[in-house]
């Protein structure tokens, strides 16, 4: 094949692929328009992703632990509940007249290296990351025009997402963001007029503020996705987020880029619209779609996102935990977005390291059974748990089994081979109408170590 034909050949199959993702742009600020956006097939494929939450709140880096669930990088809000123990705790450790806002000055992140934790996210098996552009608090992490209240003016004195995104991306990760659309303390949003490091006066939080800095913040690093979040307080309508995600479709068509959103759009609005449903901490199998509408669990290896000193082991999933709970939401049809809250330094804590790099392990060997699965018909059977690609259906046991292994809601193709992941050679098999199907697994062959802590056999089924 000559060179000009090649050229040819490239070019037809680049405007084939750009006129697939701009098949539906411009879209519309309508529910109807905005609805017919498609979930990217890559953020399906990849299952596992890391979510950072980082920032000022690094600092004071604590939250109640007694209380179970407590996110640490509420400390700036709960600093101010007198229901709360983070009143007493601030008061003791850093006096009451000590303000949120001087801990921007203390947020050095010396020990900040991207390029790490972009490794360290590869070797723990995801294949996208997601970091805090700017949490309830209103601090920024890249140097945004609309507010001086950013890391590059302040603390660090850096562009932590300019950084975040190089490092990302030459690891081959997709990338993308966290955005609160409301702030605690900002006067432009509360109306009250406090002090508040770095604002710079707008007529309108929302059309001169808000707005402007998704814009910004698309502009600048073409995000592969965002994670809204803060949009409690008010309806859709206030947001304008019909516009933002709008806007944020038709400029990712025209670069040629596959995006999502998840479903934060307003007060009532989750679960509603948006290409993806996200949920933390705990998944419900009557409150999602979950077999028809993409959906994450998001939630921290402790009982917070943002880094907490507090923590103590106990707090912890451990790996087994983690991997279980990792191989059931992917049975149903969720990808698992993993958070990690790191010190005000930069560290990820070896007690959060640990446990993912454990399911780094265990995907090196039984990754097969979940990136690029499918829902299979069945999700569930006892210990068993059930995904699928092409003509093979993957049954991952949370539980060791023994000699056999039973399965009634698979029948494999007649004359077909089993094989359990990470294990050479086929394993003997049976089935009938009665019993199903049985995996012999012989006592003389050595329990598989490099699985540990669920094993996944490959059934081919059609």
């Not at 199959?13 to 697939?20: G, L, Q, R, T």
């Not at 020990?111 to 490794?119: D, F, G, M, R, V």
């Not at 660090?156 to 991306?169: H, N, Q």
């Amino acid at each position: 094949m000559n060179r000009k034909l090649i050229f040819t050949f490239i070019m037809f199959a680049s405007i084939i692929s750009i006129s697939k993702l701009s098949a539906q742009a411009p879209y519309k600020a309508t529910w109807e328009s905005l609805d017919s956006h498609k979930m990217p097939a890559w953020y399906d494929d990849a299952k596992i992703g890391l979510s950072m939450h980082w920032g000022v709140y690094s600092v004071p880096a604590w939250a109640p632990r007694e209380n179970g669930i407590s996110y640490a990088e509420w400390y700036g809000n709960k600093m101010h509940d007198e229901k709360n123990p983070t009143v007493a705790y601030h008061a003791a450790k850093y006096g009451a007249d000590f303000t949120y806002d001087q801990f921007i000055t203390q947020w050095k992140a010396e020990s900040y290296n991207p390029t790490e934790w972009a490794k360290f996210a590869k070797k723990m098996g995801a294949k996208y990351m997601f970091i805090t552009s700017k949490h309830h608090d209103g601090f920024c992490l890249w140097p945004s025009k609309y507010t001086d209240r950013n890391a590059m003016n302040m603390g660090p004195k850096k562009d932590i997402l300019g950084e975040y995104f190089a490092a990302a991306r030459k690891e081959g990760l997709k990338v993308g963001l966290y955005y609160s659309l409301y702030e605690w303390y900002n006067p432009l949003y509360t109306g009250k007029d406090i002090p508040y490091a770095g604002l710079k006066k707008v007529n309108n939080y929302v059309d001169d503020f808000m707005i402007p800095q998704i814009k910004e913040l698309i502009e600048l690093y073409h995000p592969d996705f965002f994670y809204f979040d803060g949009e409690w307080d008010h309806p859709e309508s206030f947001w304008k987020m019909k516009e933002v995600v709008a806007y944020f479709y038709n400029q990712a068509a025209a670069r040629n880029q596959e995006v999502f959103v998840n479903d934060r759009f307003g007060a009532e609005e989750r679960g509603k619209h948006g290409d993806l449903y996200n949920v933390e901490y705990s998944y419900n199998d009557g409150s999602l779609g979950i077999l028809t509408h993409k959906w994450s669990f998001w939630q921290g290896i402790a009982k917070t996102f943002g880094y907490n000193q507090d923590t103590d082991q106990e707090d912890c999933m451990s790996p087994k935990q983690f991997i279980d709970k990792t191989i059931d939401g992917v049975a149903r049809n969720g990808n698992f977005d993993i958070n990690v809250g790191p010190t005000a330094a930069g560290i990820i804590p070896e007690y959060e390291q640990h446990p993912l790099l454990k399911l780094g392990e265990w995907l090196a060997t039984n990754g097969e059974a979940i990136y690029g699965t499918r829902p299979w018909t069945t999700q569930i059977e006892g210990d068993a748990r059930f995904t699928s690609k092409g003509d093979f259906v993957y049954a991952t046991f949370l539980k060791w089994q023994g000699d056999e292994f039973k399965l009634k809601a698979v029948k494999p193709l007649a004359g077909s081979k089993i094989n359990m992941l990470g294990v050479s050679g086929d394993l003997k098999w049976t089935w009938d109408a009665t019993n199903g199907l049985t995996i012999k697994y012989p006592r003389a062959k050595a329990r598989p170590t490099a699985c540990s802590y669920a094993w996944a056999f490959k059934i081919q089924v059609k």
